[in-house]
């Protein structure tokens, strides 16, 4: 179970590789956000080491997954105006039953991006 993400670069039309993301504990009383990770995406665009969160380290509560969009379309060499119209992508969500599998991905592009709970 536990906590995934995947990342696919709609522009080029292929995983996102080499991106960076940063995963949080995010919380509502207004203490800042916890990093608990930075990794780079491998080659299908996903965690070289599996889920970001094993089922041990997976609780109730708000995550903030942070992703490298504007670095990465740089390094593919992509003109971006400066500032890039999506630079750092953050999205937060809660986990509300940690027993349940959670993954997370992103379809990306210098102009837009899409989300949703995947399985």
């Known amino acids: 179970m536990g906590l995934s993400t995947h990342v ?4 080029h039309g292929t995983p996102a590789a080499g991106m960076a993301v940063a995963l949080y504990a995010t919380s509502a009383d ?3 956000p916890r990093l608990l990770r930075r990794i780079v995406l491998n080659a299908d665009g996903r965690n070289p080491d ?13 995550y903030r997954l942070c992703f ?12 971006l105006p400066e500032p890039p119209f999506l630079d750092v992508v953050t999205l937060d969500f809660g986990v509300a039953d940690p027993g349940q599998h959670y993954h997370v991905p992103l379809l990306v592009s210098p102009w837009s991006h899409a989300t949703y709970r995947g399985s």
Do not use: E, K, W
């Open 8 to 11: 696919l670069d709609t522009m």
């Open 30 to 32: 207004g203490t800042p």
């Open 50 to 62: 599996g889920p970001l969160l094993d089922n041990a380290s997976f609780h109730r509560g708000t």
């Open 68 to 79: 490298a969009v504007g670095d990465y379309f740089r390094a593919r060499g992509v003109a």
